[in-house]
């Protein structure tokens, strides 16, 4: 009987047509539609900053350069990843990346938790030339983005843009983009006050690459990798154990 | 473009005039952005192609005998950029894995760093190559299965320019630094918006051609083009719904956020695999094999049952790449579970495939060609049974973020996907140009060994590392703490990634000798004597109750 009613089927295209689309809508509506009741996939956090013009800049420096086909952002709940990166990854600290940047390969290390692990004149060396500081590592050198001038005029836009699809950025905060871009890669000037007032105490205002005279890609860059991590505490204050991996020794 | 009607020329004409004021719009709104150097390209493709069509638009209008044979001038073309594009890919691929062995290989420049040149080596293979075999394939099996032609001479050609000029606009975009970093849909908004266009219009020309057929049922193969047709169509969309910074911006920012957009991007990025690279690549399976063994397939119901439980368990699976993250627990169980249920189809169909040999073995040893679909369906068989494995979660702990992941994905792509394509095109070539037999069966004989001896090589070296690796991770001394920092792994893996890169030229170079073979069949062997009067489309009507059976 089934045969016979598959060979009906198969004699009309339309009729195929909407069989393929139902058949393959199930499990993309079941696994994906409950995703949107934010409250139980996304856990609350208070404190979670959103990122600066200047580090949403270098994250989009971090997506051009496809830093993320071989570097993770996700510490899994395995014991291993947490001993080796930090406390495991929680929904609330990608709640605004657009997109995520969690990775599927780790031809590098893990970099959930970067931030403040290493100075900035490290990052700024090692992204130079990543051999100066690790002779083993075989990462590609990106020596022009201390001199490439970062685009400034755009950052309100993209901004803007951001907040179109979800990340609660002011009016202000897009009004001062490019002057907040510059102010937080120039600690002595004056626009460096705002940057803190509007983005937070815990922003690291700095010289990243250590030249203030201009903001150049690798300051944006550096930025970003030093607010990895480092939105929200949540992740810290979190109490749940990580999974035990099957541990070949025991 | 000969068989182009005066009435479609004049309409090609319009189309790309159009097109090259788009390229103008957007060189021009993007002048301080990459989207301007894309204005470029769009302008200069279409200008081209516009340039090919007024070459021809005086000449004599096209023989009205014409819809009595099938139109395999498309094909034809398709074929060329398929082979184009697997050498590019694949060059690009080599690249990249030497990268990662020698990595001063970029030679400190931005457009050919390891980040840039990946995605171009995937889009190019996915997407250039298997993309572009498969809209050729389709366009031939659509019509011999249907015995029909091809409804109209203008929309093969739009969908497959169409989608070229997708291809060039993703790849020529990392090089310049344009990317959404979806892995597997990496190109921006407009190519994206094109791409949704040029594939409407490849379904309708695929539903109007079914429309045509003058054989009552529809032949599996179709059933499998149609699902991957479908099925791309909607997770491109649901994937790449983004909104540009402006309409002067290459970048824009996706409308789906973390956790939400790693479930989307994963049940894409799974998805493309099931419908792009398992079911369009099956239906060639399904019509090649049994055309080239000269024997039918072995079950009809095991198709059936295959066909459906692809395209309903698949869909499921997206989550098992999201394990132990911050991706709902549920989730990542619901895809384990459906991951494992997908071999029963998967195995149905390689089965399927291997049983239609029964009493052609001997061909297999024999037919260098039939041996390429044969060796297909076997590394269809043993990646979809590693998937399924790969998908279990403790197994996943180990092997996630590692090369065993890149190993799977190669063990499909080399073994199966890049071998049933020139196991089909070595069927096709000499089919469509009318000539006997390929140039030199020694050659094909020589590719087959080389993408052998290439996909074992790379497939052992990324085993090797990738389990490797993941021990190393997780390996404690006796005191308690980690055994290997990072850098100690990255160390015991650049033996293999030498091995690797040697496994992958070898690939590549057979792909340089499957391009030479066929060119000069092409050029050089002989038209095949005498009309062969069953590969033209049927006429008059259809016959009441006539070939209940599949046709051919």
């Known amino acids: ?250 | 473009m000969g068989q182009l009607t005066t009435r479609e020329r004049e309409l090609a004409a319009a189309i790309l005039v159009a097109l090259a004021v788009v390229g103008i719009a957007m060189a021009a709104a993007g002048r301080a952005d990459p989207l301007g150097v894309h204005g470029a390209i769009v302008l200069l493709y279409s200008m081209v192609l516009l340039f090919l069509i007024m070459s021809t638009s005086f000449g004599p209008a096209p023989d009205p005998s014409r819809v009595s044979r099938y139109y395999d001038d498309p094909i034809k073309v398709g074929v060329a950029f398929t082979l184009f594009w697997a050498i590019f890919g694949m060059f690009f691929g080599v690249w990249a894995a030497a990268q990662l062995a020698w990595p001063s290989l970029n030679f400190d420049t931005a457009w050919a760093s390891f980040g840039r040149i990946r995605p171009a080596h995937t889009t190019g293979v996915i997407f250039g190559f298997g993309g572009n075999a498969l809209i050729s394939t389709s366009f031939h099996v659509v019509q011999r299965t249907s015995r029909a032609r091809l409804p109209d001479q203008l929309s093969p050609w739009f969908v497959l320019f169409g989608y070229n000029l997708f291809c060039i606009l993703a790849v020529t975009g990392y090089f310049i630094g344009v990317t959404q970093s979806k892995e597997y849909a990496e190109a921006e908004w407009y190519a994206d918006l094109w791409l949704v266009i040029v594939w409407v219009t490849y379904f309708v020309l695929y539903i109007r051609t079914l429309a045509r057929r003058r054989e009552p049922h529809i032949y599996v193969a179709n059933w499998y083009y149609m699902a991957f047709i479908l099925v791309v169509a909607i997770l491109h969309i649901i994937n790449n719904l983004t909104i540009p910074v402006s309409l002067g911006h290459a970048k824009s920012y996706t409308i789906w956020a973390g956790v939400q957009d790693s479930m989307v991007q994963w049940w894409y990025g799974h998805n493309a695999v099931a419908f792009f690279l398992t079911a369009g690549f099956l239906a060639m399976l399904y019509y090649y094999l049994p055309k080239r063994a000269e024997r039918p397939i072995f079950s009809y119901r095991l198709s059936i049952l295959s066909f459906w439980g692809i395209t309903f368990f698949y869909m499921w699976a997206g989550s098992h790449h999201l394990h132990y993250t911050a991706l709902p627990h549920w989730v990542q169980n619901l895809g384990m579970t459906f991951s494992v249920m997908l071999l029963v189809p998967s195995w149905a169909s390689a089965g399927n495939a291997l049983l239609t040999l029964n009493g052609a073995w001997h061909k297999v040893r024999d037919d260098a060609t039939l041996r390429f679909i044969m060796m297909a369906a076997f590394f269809y068989g043993l990646s979809t049974f590693e998937g399924s494995f790969l998908a279990v979660r403790p197994v996943n702990s180990l092997s996630h973020y590692t090369d065993w992941t890149v190993g799977h994905v190669h063990a499909g792509a080399l073994g199966w996907v890049a071998l049933i394509t020139y196991g089909s095109l070595y069927t096709l070539v000499p089919a469509i140009w009318k000539r006997e037999r390929m140039y030199s069966a020694a050659l094909v004989e020589v590719h087959f060994w080389l993408a052998f001896a290439g996909t074992v090589i790379y497939v052992f070296a990324m085993w090797n590392s990738g389990i490797i690796q993941g021990l190393m991770w997780r390996t404690y001394t006796e005191e308690g703490t980690l055994s290997y920092s990072f850098v100690d792994s990255l160390l015991a893996m650049y033996p293999y990634y030498i091995a690797r890169a040697f496994g992958g030229l070898l690939f590549l170079i057979g792909a340089v000798v499957a391009t030479y073979n066929i060119w000069m069949t092409v050029r050089g062997v002989p038209v095949a004597g005498g009309e062969r009067h069953d590969d033209i489309p049927l006429a008059g009507p259809l016959p009441e109750g006539a070939a209940t059976r599949p046709a051919e």
């Open chain 1, 1 to 250: 009987m089934p045969e016979l009613l598959h060979r009906k089927l198969e004699r009309t295209a339309i009729g195929f047509v909407l069989a393929i689309i139902v058949a393959a809508s199930v499990g993309g509506i079941v696994e994906i539609a409950p995703l949107f009741t934010i409250d139980e996939t996304v856990e609350n956090a208070d404190d979670m900053r959103l990122y600066t013009p200047l580090e949403l800049a270098g994250r989009n420096i971090y997506i051009r350069e496809g830093c993320y086909a071989c570097h993770s952002q996700m510490i899994r709940t395995l014991r291993d990843d947490v001993e080796r990166y930090g406390p495991f990854s929680l929904a609330v600290e990608s709640r605004y990346d657009h997109p995520m940047l969690w990775g599927s390969k780790r031809t590098g290390p893990d970099l959930a938790r970067v931030g403040g692990k290493y100075s900035d004149f490290w990052h700024v060396a090692h992204l130079t030339n990543p051999r100066d500081v690790v002779p083993e590592s075989n990462m590609p050198a990106y020596p022009w983005l201390a001199r490439t001038p970062l685009r400034l005029d755009d950052l309100g836009s993209h901004l803007r843009t951001q907040r179109s699809v979800g990340v609660p950025y002011t009016d202000e905060m897009i009004d001062n983009a490019a002057r907040d871009a510059f102010g937080q890669a120039v600690p002595d000037s004056q626009q460096a006050s705002g940057v803190t007032e509007r983005y937070g105490e815990e922003t690291q205002v700095s010289a990243f690459d250590g030249v203030t005279t201009r903001v150049t890609e690798m300051d944006a860059l550096v930025a970003y990798l030093q607010v990895l991590g480092r939105l929200t505490k949540a992740a810290y204050r979190n109490t749940a154990a990580p999974e035990q991996p099957p541990n070949p020794n025991d």
